[in-house]
């Protein structure tokens, strides 16, 4: 019965075991002294040994042999390479992968071996144990019988059990060297009397990735065409690779800017029959290529190709720049980990390819740009600090003057009260507001969603983009709130300097005196500026925009009406101390909020009745109306 190459040539001694000369070491010492483990893993990639390996300590474990084992002759190897020692059991984790497995093997654990002096189990792919099966083996693995041994061997050690590792001695299995996987590929076809070009191994080396599996598999595909020897063509015809020529020529097209002949010599590479993302790792090998030859003195002693194509890569390497080097092997890097999950890999080379051939910025402008940059911020910064100075010395000169008039005879009510601030009309500031204020936030672009009970917490969390649609564009007092269809142009700013701030120190033409009472336009305008501005640090608090009205200032006490029950919680819990800062700071002086029931000047009590009407929605349809933005109840 015909067997696979890698099974007829698999290694039968640890002296045969290629590329793992740092684990034989350690196995043989254990062997021959006599002080063995009870449990091993075997860590490594695919094709390097692990299973092989695995049966080769078996068989030392049960060597019937005294000198070196094993001895490959006796009963025991022989039974074991055959596959049929009863003291060897090997498991696929991969389809035993339960609890009852792990339960049936650590019920076989208990009876002694039947003819060997070991009893081995090798639990190939043991990464793929369920938690519940790896929590079954802990104490056997931990403390198994006496002679009785575990190898576990896994591709993926990072999915193991802290515990499991724990109970393991780990052997890391490296990646075989493209030097000995050669060496072997020799040996086998001398055995075999096949002529094998060297540069045909070369290239199945390369391809195989540090895996002899893998080598003997490409190798065997070679063998099986039926042909008397191997040469580099045949190899490249069978695993679908450009081959040096068209490398080097697509490199050349990129390194001259030639972006339309590398995309047509790659439509005629990949029409040849080559597969794309077997291509791109060829041409990053080129690259790496490329890179050595440009550093390295001899790069034929790390390049893995002939004498005459190490001469061509040396000469494109003077060709091509350091900064293109690098971007070419970034570029082709990102471009095969995505290539990996996509449907059209193609297109990505080709982007690829664009990318690299497009021109790119030089140093020197880079550094000119950058220079250019730096200097308009620093004369930014300077103007900036210019403008901040000058608008501190007329703050200053404004204090003087504030308190010059305070220090004056003139009474209180002989001084001339200030206009009130006379706002632009929409169609002045249209052209101004427009270029000013860009729309932050669009009704199609951004949706509020917020439960009526949790009104403030949500909108706690978007104060400041609420704060810049509200700096941007909000609704004058005189104006009123406006439609929800009323255009942007058509609304009149409100503008910061307009705010009639009051000094501390020249209290405002408004009594304070418990006995004076103080009411009408000034009161009104003061409360208006007070909300709008509480109102852009907490927009939750729109309803008392329409819905509270100021009645007079007397004692130091601003009296307010509420129209009902929600918009007099939201004014004494939700919003009375922002307000009150806020009052104070344009009325000159502290200044409490206190609710009236009528003008008399007694408060509201508890058990009145008035109008009540669902606060969240109102607040929704406000704030759609002030901030163009959807808003949604849950």
């Known amino acids: 019965m015909y067997s696979a190459i890698y099974r007829d040539f698999r290694p039968d001694r640890f002296d045969q075991i290629i590329g793992q000369d740092h684990i034989v070491k350690i196995l043989k010492n254990q062997i021959a002294s006599r002080q063995t483990g009870h449990a091993y893993l075997f860590c490594g990639t695919r094709g390097t040994g692990k299973t092989t390996t695995a049966r080769i300590l078996a068989k030392a474990l049960n060597c019937e042999s005294e000198g070196e084992r094993p001895c490959g002759v006796c009963d025991s190897c022989i039974s074991i390479k055959e596959g049929t020692f009863l003291d060897v059991i090997e ?58 041994v575990f190898i576990l061997a896994t591709t993926e050690p990072q999915k193991l059990p802290a515990t499991i590792l724990s109970r393991c001695m780990r052997l890391d299995f490296r990646r075989v060297s493209e030097e000995s996987i050669i060496d072997n590929m020799k040996m086998i076809c001398r055995a075999r009397g096949i002529e094998a070009d060297p540069g045909a191994l070369s290239l199945i080396a390369v391809n195989a990735d540090g895996s002899v599996r893998d080598s003997l598999s490409i190798l065997e595909q070679c063998i099986s065409t039926g042909a008397d020897s191997i040469c580099r063509d045949d190899v490249a015809e069978l695993l679908g690779t450009a081959g040096e020529e068209s490398l080097i020529g697509l490199t050349g097209c990129i390194i001259r800017g030639q972006i339309s002949e590398a995309l047509l010599l790659l439509d005629r590479i990949i029409r040849s029959g080559s597969d794309v993302k077997q291509f791109m790792k060829e041409w990053l090998t080129h690259f790496r290529s490329l890179l050595m030859a440009k550093y390295v003195a001899q790069p034929e002693n790390i390049l893995s190709m002939s004498v005459e194509n190490v001469l061509r890569v040396k000469e494109q390497s003077a060709e091509i720049t350091t900064e293109l080097l690098n971007r070419g092997i970034t570029d082709l890097t990102k471009t ?37 940059v730096r200097t308009s911020l620093q004369q930014s910064a300077a103007a900036e600090k210019t403008d901040t100075a000058q608008i501190r010395s007329d703050s200053a000169a404004s204090d003087r003057v504030s308190e010059e008039e305070r220090k004056s005879p ?27 204020a860009p729309d932050i936030v669009s009704s199609d672009d951004e949706i509020m969603i917020f439960g009526s009970d949790d009104i403030e917490d949500e909108f706690g969390a978007m104060m400041p983009t609420i704060q810049q649609i509200y700096d941007a564009e909000p609704v004058s007092p005189a104006a009123g709130r406006g439609t929800a269809g009323e255009s942007r142009a058509q609304r009149t700013p409100f503008r910061e300097e307009e705010l009639p701030v009051k000094s501390a120190e020249a209290p405002t033409e408004i009594p304070e005196s418990g006995e004076q009472t103080a009411c009408g336009p000034e009161v009104d305008e003061l409360w208006n500026t007070a909300v709008k501005k509480a109102v852009g640090e907490k927009p939750m608090l729109i309803r008392i925009e329409t819905k509270a009205h100021p009645i007079r200032i007397q004692g130091g006490i601003l009296y307010v009406s509420a129209e009902d029950d929600y918009t007099e919680k939201m004014l004494m819990e939700k919003g009375k101390e922002l307000l009150e800062s806020k009052l104070e700071m344009y009325y000159g002086s502290p200044l409490a909020l206190c609710l009236d029931s009528g003008g008399n000047g007694a408060p509201v009590s508890a058990g009145v009745q008035r109008e009540d009407s669902s606060g969240a929605e109102e607040i929704a349809r406000q704030i759609e109306e002030r901030f163009h933005m959807k808003v949604e109840i849950e």
């Open 336 to 372: 095969i980990a995505e290539a990996r999950w996509s449907s059209q890999p193609r297109v990505l080379l080709e982007m690829c390819i664009v990318r690299l051939g497009a021109p790119q910025e030089s140093e020197e402008t880079f550094a000119f740009r950058n220079d250019a």
């Open 91 to 148: 498991i696929d984790a991969a389809s035993n992968n339960g609890v009852d497995s792990i339960r049936e093997l650590r019920e076989s654990v208990k009876y002694p071996p039947v003819k060997g002096r070991n009893k081995v189990y090798i639990i190939d792919e043991v990464h793929m144990l369920s938690q519940g099966a790896f929590n079954a083996l802990l104490k056997t693995l931990e403390e198994p019988p006496q002679n009785v």
């Open 410 to 436: 003139v009474s209180a009510g002989q001084r001339e009260r200030p206009a009130p601030p006379v706002l632009e009309s929409s169609s002045e500031v249209g052209l101004e507001e427009s270029e000013a």
